[in-house]
């Protein structure tokens, strides 16, 4: 197995609760923030082994909420980690949080990629979804951002709202269009357990209008220009997530924070999400060694989400098995849910909208 190259870091102080998150996060005002910082710097001293990250990405959460102090105690500690020349350094942000003095800061410590949780710029959408900006606030710090010199940025777009309609849906898609950044994530609002919404007893959006949202996405942004790389998301040439490909290519990384969960030496980890716990040196919670089985499914569940597929050959140099001697491609060929090209498997862009299904019978 390689060796590691890529790290992700959680921080998970948020100034205030999103109505459908069930990430890993804390109010921010809770005070925790000095302790939890030392925790993660021993966390890194500890487990850390001293290999070049040529990715590192700090997500939470909301990791640009911290003051300018507490930011800059944070990139001290990430100094720890040593960096490739070419890293790609990403930090998540919310759009309010953004100030010029901030992305001084990121740039002073070596960031060049950052990942702007917008969602959406709908009035009503945006009070429902408990957040706070303004489509004004929007332009205006994406404006900074660029000005302040970052290129490589990520806005997230969240569709699929029970209230939502086509038109309330374009709107926001041509808005992000109108943003033109090199790269967007998309997300269908999940009503999980334990979130405001699912409390509220919300209902799922319409299945049929929900791929239609989903297939307009695909449509609409390839005609602008972006490649559509993974399920969710599209890039400019050259912008792709190399850090998230890292987790697509079932590849090795360190992750650091509460809850945060990594992958090395053929074990999968998971830290726990009790902050007195973490504070104490009780970072990891599960540990799972994995079976070849379960490496060679991982595998395929991960790179079946990137358009391009799984390479049969590294398949094979990896595992020592053709894949169709151990899952069964011919009979999901057959039935149109998968396709083969230049030695890649991978599912049909039309039936994207299924892949969920399609990986379950894969690995059945
Ligand atoms: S900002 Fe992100 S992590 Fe924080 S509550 Fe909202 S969705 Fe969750």
Redesign the pocket.
Known sequence: MSKISSCYIHIPF?DD??SY?D?C?IYKKSGHVKKYLQALKQEIKERYQGEVLKTLYIG???PSCLSLLELEQLFEILNILKKDRDIEYTIEC?IESITLEKLKLFQKYGVNRISI?IQTVDEKSIERLNRHHTKQQVYETLKLVKESGFQNINVDLMYAFPWQTKKMFLSDLNFFLSLKVPHISTYSLILEEHTRFYNQQLTNIDEELEIWMYQTIMNVLKEHGYCHYEVSNFSCPGYESKHNLVYWNNETYYGFGLGASGYMNNCRYENTRSILKYQKGDYVLEEHVLTKREMMENECILGLRKMEGISKNKFFLQFHEKIEDIFPIQKLKEKGLLQEEHGFLKIPENKIYISNEILLEFID
Do not use: P, S, V
């Open positions: 948020c609760i999103c998150c990430f996060k939470g959460g909301t919310n949780g």
